[in-house]
């Protein structure tokens, strides 16, 4: 299975494997990781990034909707 970093390309390794509950069923997450610990900073600093922009996005997106709604209980 191919699974290479987002940055320099190399072959992810397993880096963090814990479990948990989903209804009824059990699931194994596990977190993949770069092999070189600065290229693994790079690629948590972009998904903070895009994390951020994201949940940014999410929040205008739900200000906008609840503007329209006032706007529309208004008249």
Same mark, same amino acid.
């Given at each position: 299975?191919?699974?290479p970093c ?6 992810r *390794? #397993?880096?963090?494997?814990w479990k948990? !509950?989903?209804?009824?069923s059990?699931? +194994?997450?596990?977190?993949t990781i770069?092999p070189d610990?600065d290229?693994?900073?790079? *690629? #948590?600093?972009v998904i903070?990034?895009? !994390?951020?922009k994201?949940d940014?996005? +999410?929040?205008?997106?739900l ?5 329209r709604e ?5 008249s």
């Amino acid at each position: 299975m191919s699974n290479p970093c987002i940055e320099c390309g190399k072959q992810r *390794v #397993d880096g963090k494997t814990w479990k948990g !509950k989903s209804g009824a069923s059990l699931v +194994i997450y596990t977190q993949t990781i770069c092999p070189d610990p600065d290229c693994q900073k790079i *690629v #948590d600093k972009v998904i903070a990034e895009r !994390k951020a922009k994201n949940d940014r996005l +999410i929040r205008i997106k739900l200000e906008a909707k609840l503007a329209r709604e006032r706007l529309l209980a208004a008249s």
